[in-house]
Structure formats: structure tokens, C-alpha cells
């Protein structure tokens, strides 16, 4: 049960990339069951056609499957001239496409640092410029990044990602910047660990999240759930005033002095 009106979100258009799994996957459907029509955007259908089937299923509203890679300009461009074309307007950007594996920098080879800076920075930079050129420039609209913590100290085996998370935090302030005066508000989640995702499969065994567990001030891991009560109030009007702000939902750990 919601704790927000099952309307805030009624006729609204969102598009969410990486939206097929996991905490994009979550923020889906939350934005479904208030009101709102869902395009979700990942490189592959299988992860995109059950999700959207469910949103349809459950929620009644409209959900489209667009499969394009974030990496690629012209398919971003396409898939975002899709969501206007059949869903009539765009209102609500999440950028949720991420890509991570460990691996110490010593190992890690160009390609390997390229790929996850293309997917997550020049990602993110992808999809919300075409939103801009396509729909938001003329009727403003909202734009939320899901970031990480890793890069607010040193994070061994993920200098990749804290590069492109970096980035993020970076375009997240600069576009804010640009383009609140068109009416457009740009904001970030950044998520601590959060189980039942791909990351922590990635990132964290077992044992790691025991002992996550026991050093996270609240005492737990993070929830799909908390990243998406804190996008939908960020979406919400409530949030009107909140522009450019990179909002922590890791329950204290980045502030514990034990992130690593
Ligand atoms: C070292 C690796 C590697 C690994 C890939 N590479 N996996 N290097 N260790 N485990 C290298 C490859 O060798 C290659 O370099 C380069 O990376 C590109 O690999 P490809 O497999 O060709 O790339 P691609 O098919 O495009 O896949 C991208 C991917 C993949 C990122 C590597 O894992 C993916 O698609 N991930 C998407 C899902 C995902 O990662 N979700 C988790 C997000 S979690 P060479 O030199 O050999 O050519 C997240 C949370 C962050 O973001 C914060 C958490 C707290």
C-alpha cells in the first residue's frame, strides 16, 4: 500500500531506461500504479516484455517495450521519438540503465573502463538530450539519474563506476542548471546497496551483506521500495523547489565511515 495519492502521477508519460529490472524495473511499476503511462528501454526484450505485460496487467495503463542501447545515439534518438509518437507526450526521464562488475584497476582493460562510462555517463547524457530536443525544451517536464555512493571515497575494484557515477552527479547539477529555467527539474537518487538487484549480485555476496547489515546505521540493506518512495516524491510537486540535488538513500553507511 502506497502512502501516495494513486493518482499523483495520472496521464503522465515516462520513460525509463534500464526499466525491464531491478530498481528500474521497480520504478515502473510504482509510477503505473499512479496513473501514469510507461515506455521501458533496455537492450533486450526478454528483460523488457514481462515486465511491461505485468505493468499492463496490473495497472491497466499503457506500457511500451523499446529496445535500443543507451550507448548509441540514434537509437536513443528513435526509441525517444516512439514514446512521443505513441504515448503523445514525454514528461518524466529516469536514467536507471547502469552497467558494473568488479574488477581491480590494474585489471581492468580501456574497453572495460569505456563500456560502463558509455552505458552510465554517455547513457545518461543520451536519453536526456534527445528527451530535450524531442519534448521537454517546450514543455518542461522532470528528469531523475539513479547515481551510487562508491565515488564519494575510494571503492576498490569500481574506478570505473565511480568515474561514470561521478559524470552523472555532474550532469545532474549542469543540466539542472541549464534547463530549470525551461521548466525542467534534474535530480539524482544515489542508492547504497539495495538487495534483490543485479548490482548486489555483482557487487555483494552472501557474507558481504551480513556484514553490510551489521555496520549500515539503520541496520539493514536498502529496498527497491525506499529508491522508489524517494522517486516518487522527487517526481511529485512536493519537490518543486529541489533542483540539481543528489539525494542519499543508503540508510547512513556512506556516513559511517565504513563504505568500503
Ligand atoms: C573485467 C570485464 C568484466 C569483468 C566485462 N569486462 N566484464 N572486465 N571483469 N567481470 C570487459 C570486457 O572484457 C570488455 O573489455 C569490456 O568490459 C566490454 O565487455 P562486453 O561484455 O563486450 O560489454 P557489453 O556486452 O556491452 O556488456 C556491458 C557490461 C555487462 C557492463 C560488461 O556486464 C552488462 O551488460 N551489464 C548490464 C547490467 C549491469 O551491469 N547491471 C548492474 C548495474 S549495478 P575487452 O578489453 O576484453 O574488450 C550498478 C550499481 C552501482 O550500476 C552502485 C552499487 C552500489
Redesign the pocket.
Known sequence: MSIFRDDLFRDQVVLITGGGTGIGRGIAMALAAHGADTAILSRTAEHLDPTATEIRNSTGRRSLALVADVRQPEQVEAAVGRVVEELGRLDIVINAA??????PSA??????FG??LD??AKGTWNVSRAAYHAWLRDHGGRILNIS???HYGGTPGQVH?AAA?AAVDALTRTLAVEWGPQGIRVNAIA???ISD???AR??FPDTIADRLKRIIPVRRLGRIEDVVNLTLFLLSDAAANINGEIVVTDGGLCLSGNLN
Not at 547502469?98 to 574488477?103: K, S, Y
Request: hydrophobic share 35%.
Open positions: 547502469a552497467g558494473n562488475f568488479l574488477c585489471d581492468l582493460s580501456p574497453n572495460g563500456t560502463v552505458i552510465d551510487a555512493t562508491l563506476v557515477k542508492p547504497g546497496p538487484t543485479e548490482g555483482r557487487l
